[in-house]
């Protein structure tokens, strides 16, 4: 079973219950040619995508500022001894990686964008009937009590069955 990632209901370094909810994924099937109002609008999962990469950015946006924020006020710390070096440099690297995240979620926001302007463009040509979907929502769940240390799926991300979603630690 191939599926889209619609949610990510947790994010890494975040300690779970089993059977806690990680990742939410559409699973599509295909069925029978049919009318094209009966279909799924491409278009409207297009603007889906949009509004969904644009949460993600500003979500990433959010996350910049918090890490930029503390790498600053660690930088004061350290200036005055009340707080190591190490901290600092972890706090910088965070923030490095906020900022790689909000350049991933800024590439995928343009990349919906243009799926979108390509969705107008293939119902403007289409004249044959478009095939009907059946979309069913299936949540991975943890399977043991722990805490996440990498989660390798993204909203949007194509994923199938037996795809590693996440990494989890088990808690000590």
Excluded: M
Excluded at 17 to 23: D, F, L, R, S, Y
Excluded at 86 to 110: I, T, Y
Aim: net charge positive; hydrophobic share 40%.
């Amino acid at each position: 079973a191939t599926g889209e990632v619609r949610r990510v209901f947790v994010r890494e370094g975040v300690s779970v219950n089993e059977g806690a909810p990680i990742v939410e994924i559409a699973v599509r099937t295909e069925g029978q040619s049919a009318p094209q109002a009966q279909a799924e609008d491409p278009q409207a999962r297009a603007a889906r995508n949009i509004q969904s990469s644009r949460a993600e950015v500003e979500a990433a946006r959010a996350d910049v500022v918090r890490k930029e924020v503390e790498a600053q006020r660690l930088s004061a710390l350290v200036a005055t001894g009340d707080a190591p070096q190490a901290q600092l440099d972890g706090a910088r690297a965070e923030f490095e990686q906020a900022q790689r995240r909000l350049q991933q979620a800024q590439s995928k926001s343009q990349n919906a964008q243009t799926g979108l302007a390509t969705a107008r463009q293939q119902l403007q040509n289409s004249s044959t009937p478009a095939q009907t979907f059946s979309e069913q929502l299936v949540t991975a769940r943890a399977s043991s009590a722990g805490t996440l240390s990498v989660i390798n799926a993204k909203i949007g991300d194509r994923v199938t069955a037996g795809q590693p979603l996440a990494t989890l630690r088990a808690s000590q």
